[in-house]
């Protein structure tokens, strides 16, 4: 079964950082581009970063760029993002998300790391 | 960047036709998707490319896109069918998610 499994999120204060980490298994990993997409509570999607199959292609919303930064490392099918500067507005569930090939669409999604910035 | 318009909240009586929408500027020039999402549940797709169905989603759930509106359809609605519906469009080097539409059934 192919899954994207998320991790790394917890409590941080203002100011701090966090790596989340997302795991895909059951697919070829590196032929797929990863997503970051996040969900404040009771709020809409709201799409962070995006990676491509091979790393070499990266963007980023402006909400975060120069904060969040996305990596990935095939070898272990994994796709991070570290952020700093965290503010309470970057408080959200963080979904990693694959795009299919081509269109630019999201055919498979994690459920989720919380991660909730507060004093 | 580009920005896509969603409103915030359509009724549909039960078995009848509940129409979402999503504006943006020349949006027929692009690739509009469409996910669902229930209460604590994860996203699912429901029609990529306009208005094609994945494996597993009704065809009462149907797309278009024309002008600068995309169209999200759903014929013969049912309770199970409430749910938040975003459309997605990639803008070169960014992802736009509208702002979500709660559907509800009457």
């Known amino acids: 079964e192919e899954q994207l499994l998320e991790s790394g999120g917890g409590l941080v204060h203002p100011g701090g950082s966090l790596r989340l980490t997302c795991k895909g298994t059951?697919?070829?990993?590196?032929?797929?581009?990863i997503n970051w997409v996040r969900q404040a509570p009771g709020k809409g999607l709201e799409w962070l970063s995006y990676?491509?199959?091979?790393?070499?292609?990266?963007y980023y919303a402006d909400s975060v760029k120069g904060r969040f930064t996305i990596s990935r490392d095939n070898a272990y099918n994994s796709v991070f993002l570290q952020m700093d500067s965290l503010r309470p507005d970057d408080s959200a569930l963080y979904f990693c998300?694959?795009?299919?090939?081509?269109?630019?669409?999201?055919?498979?999604w994690g459920q989720g790391t919380s991660v909730t910035v507060s004093s | 960047s580009y920005d896509v318009t969603q409103p915030p909240s359509v009724s549909v009586p039960l078995g009848q036709t509940a129409t979402i929408t999503c504006g943006g500027d020349?949006?027929?020039?692009?690739?509009v998707h469409w996910y669902q999402q229930k209460p604590g549940q994860i996203p699912v797709l429901v029609i990529f490319?306009?208005?094609k169905r994945p494996s597993g989603i009704p065809d009462r759930f149907s797309g278009s896109n024309s002008a600068n509106t995309a169209t999200l359809t759903i014929t013969r609605a049912q309770a199970g069918d409430e749910a938040d519906y975003y459309c997605?469009?990639?803008?070169?080097?960014?992802?736009?998610f509208g702002g979500g539409t709660q559907l509800t059934v009457l």
């Open positions: 998300a694959r795009y299919w090939s081509g269109y630019y669409y999201i055919d498979l």
């Open positions: 059951g697919f070829n990993f590196g032929a797929y581009s």
């Open positions: 990676v491509s199959g091979s790393g070499a292609t990266i």
């Open positions: 020349n949006i027929e020039k692009r690739n």
């Open positions: 490319r306009d208005s």
């Open positions: 997605h469009v990639w803008d070169r080097t960014s992802a736009v």
